[in-house]
């Protein structure tokens, strides 16, 4: 069972760059329950996404995959034969506990947990891929990479899901959407000082851009269709599909 999340509780003075190390890893579900809205859904979502566009024989990635949610959802959800989930993450504390979660779950999909940065992933014959809150921690310029090489290891028909916190080009509703999110921490337990010294963490570290952005690079590395699903303030869910052979 997961502890409390309390790491941004005390005064910290100079807050260090958030890293998803050992000490993340044994509060994550319950801070990301506690932070991010909608995350239940997304995760519960993805599994019916999956079951939808999983081919048979083919490869569903879930790319940065933290402790394993959106791997076990695919998991517990797919019905197409023979298929196998590549579940990558960075953080060694994160997939050394996702190897256990992933041992102690009942599911028969053979899953290969993998420790890289995304940059070195190679995607092939893939019908599902799960970006669910990673992109925003890569560099900026290093994000059309990526989804080129996601695009181009996909299947006709395949899916990408990406979900991110988001930006506003609205000024006015990019402060009200911050302000709603800090509510909605607040609601759930958080002090105003786990608040703020969490944001000082994660600032320079996750960069979140516009869903116009998002789409418009989705769109010019070749998927035809392009949309959310999913968004609760600031934090949306996409699908991307790659068009079927003709």
Same mark, same amino acid.
């Given at each position: 069972?997961?502890?409390?999340?309390?790491? $941004?509780?005390?005064?910290?003075?100079?807050?260090?760059?958030? /890293? #998803?190390?050992? @000490?993340?890893?044994?509060? #994550?579900?319950?801070?990301?329950?506690? %932070?991010?809205?909608?995350? @239940?859904?997304?995760?519960?979502?993805?599994?019916?996404?999956?079951?939808? #566009?999983?081919?048979?024989?083919?490869?569903?990635?879930?790319?940065?995959?933290?402790?394993?949610?959106?791997?076990?959802?695919?998991? *517990?959800?797919?019905?197409?034969? !023979?298929? &196998?989930?590549?579940?990558?993450?960075?953080?060694?504390?994160?997939? !050394?506990?996702?190897?256990?979660?992933?041992?102690? !779950? %009942?599911?028969?999909?053979?899953?290969? =947990?993998?420790?890289?940065?995304?940059?070195?992933?190679?995607?092939?014959?893939?019908?599902?891929?799960?970006?669910?809150? /990673?992109?925003?921690?890569?560099?900026?310029?290093?994000?059309?990479?990526?989804?080129?090489?996601?695009?181009?290891?996909?299947?006709?028909?395949?899916? =990408?899901?990406?979900? &991110?916190?988001?930006?506003?080009?609205?000024?006015? *509703?990019?402060?009200?959407?911050?302000?709603?999110? *800090?509510?909605?921490?607040?609601?759930?337990?958080? %002090?105003?000082? &786990?608040?703020?010294?969490? +944001?000082?963490?994660?600032?320079?570290?996750?960069?979140? &851009?516009?869903?116009?952005? *998002?789409?418009? +690079?989705?769109?010019?590395?070749? $998927? @035809?269709?392009?949309?959310?699903? #999913?968004?609760? $303030?600031?934090?949306?869910?996409?699908?991307?599909?790659?068009?079927?052979? @003709?």
């Amino acid at each position: 069972m997961s502890k409390k999340d309390d790491i $941004f509780a005390r005064p910290l003075g100079d807050v260090a760059g958030f /890293t #998803f190390d050992q @000490s993340v890893v044994e509060v #994550f579900p319950d801070m990301i329950q506690r %932070s991010v809205p909608g995350y @239940s859904t997304i995760v519960a979502m993805i599994g019916t996404l999956a079951e939808r #566009f999983a081919q048979a024989g083919s490869r569903c990635y879930d790319l940065g995959c933290s402790l394993g949610a959106a791997t076990l959802a695919m998991r *517990h959800r797919i019905p197409a034969a !023979d298929c &196998e989930i590549i579940a990558v993450d960075n953080s060694q504390a994160m997939i !050394d506990r996702a190897r256990t979660v992933i041992a102690a !779950d %009942s599911g028969q999909l053979p899953v290969q =947990l993998v420790c890289d940065n995304l940059q070195n992933v190679d995607i092939k014959d893939a019908s599902v891929v799960v970006l669910n809150f /990673t992109l925003q921690f890569i560099p900026t310029a290093e994000r059309r990479d990526i989804l080129q090489k996601i695009y181009a290891g996909l299947r006709p028909g395949g899916v =990408l899901i990406l979900s &991110e916190k988001v930006a506003f080009s609205d000024s006015d *509703h990019q402060e009200l959407m911050i302000d709603l999110h *800090h509510a909605f921490k607040a609601a759930n337990g958080y %002090s105003a000082l &786990e608040i703020a010294q969490k +944001r000082s963490a994660l600032e320079n570290v996750l960069i979140p &851009e516009t869903l116009f952005d *998002h789409r418009e +690079r989705l769109k010019s590395v070749g $998927f @035809s269709s392009v949309d959310v699903w #999913f968004q609760c $303030f600031n934090f949306a869910s996409m699908i991307a599909i790659k068009q079927r052979d @003709s």
